[in-house]
Every structure is written in structure tokens, then in C-alpha cells.
């Protein structure tokens, strides 16, 4: 689930979205000590958006890669079925 408030997080760097990333974690991990589900649940909310956001990025890239590695261009895909 996307948070609300959170704004484009694909006009961030990678390097802003995974230092925002590990700062919402740090948050979320002090709002468990103190008990607030509340603020918790926000939080988790912001983390998952972030998340999301890196996952897709990653995936991005490794199709990026992928597609220009020429040494894989010739091999056989055994899980394919005809």
C-alpha cells in the first residue's frame, strides 16, 4: 500500500531512496520500543513505498544487464518447453 504523502519517489536518486530507506527503518524499529501502533503502521506504510520503489529499480536494472551481456545471448534455457 502506497503512502498518501509520500511524492514521486521515482524523481529520487537511488542513493536518496535507499538512505531514506534505512532512515524509515531506524524509525520504525524506535517506534516498536515505544509501543505506538499508530505511528508503526505509517511507517510501515513509508517503508513499503520505498521498497517498492527499489524493487523496481533493481529489476530494472538487472533486465538492463541482462539484455546487454552478450555471453548469455547463446545459452540454452533448459526450463523453456516447446
Known sequence: ????????????????????HTELTTKLNQAYRMGNPEVIRQL????ESYQSELNVRHRKMLDEL????????DLIDIGKKR
Open 1 to 20: 500500500m502506497e503512502h498518501p504523502l509520500l511524492g514521486k519517489l521515482s524523481t529520487l536518486s537511488n542513493e536518496e531512496v535507499q538512505a531514506k
Open 44 to 47: 510501515q506504510m513509508m517503508l
Open 66 to 73: 541482462a539484455g546487454k551481456d552478450e555471453k548469455w545471448k
